[in-house]
Nanobody, 115 residues
Framework: QARLMESGGGLVQPGGSLRLACAGS??????????TTWYRQAIGKQRELVAS????GGTTYAASVTGRFTISRENAVYLQMNDLKPDATAVYSC??????????WGQGTQVTVSS
């Protein structure tokens, strides 16, 4: 079964940037056929949608990240995060779903924003 793998997390100071990547475990995984969504979940909080990109390239962002985060897609799906704030500290995970309802997800990558 295809799975997703997130990478790019780490420790960054407030105001810094990180670029997360969501890749398929199989080289044949084609993100062009999936709506791919980045979620994050902080300790003690519910999971929230951060950004999403459709097969047609349409994008959606949480209000809290609009203007600072950018989702994009090539052979993987990326989340460029700029001007990071401490409240962005969370586990970030990606999820991909196609029109047939097949859904794949990864284990997540930790992002910590702290001075």
């Amino acid at each position: 079964q295809a799975r997703l793998m997130e990478s790019g997390g780490g420790l960054v100071q407030p105001g810094g940037s990180l670029r997360l990547a969501c890749a398929g475990s199989a080289s044949s995984f084609n993100f062009n056929f999936y709506t791919t969504t980045w979620y994050r979940q902080a300790i003690g909080k519910q999971r929230e949608l951060v950004a999403s990109i459709t097969p047609g390239g349409g994008t959606t962002y949480a209000a809290s990240v609009t203007g600072r985060f950018t989702i994009s897609r090539e052979n993987a799906v990326y989340l460029q995060m700029n001007d990071l704030k401490p409240d962005a500290t969370a586990v970030y995970s990606c999820d991909a779903e196609n029109l047939a309802g097949f859904n794949y997800w990864g284990q997540g990558t930790q992002v910590t924003v702290s001075s």
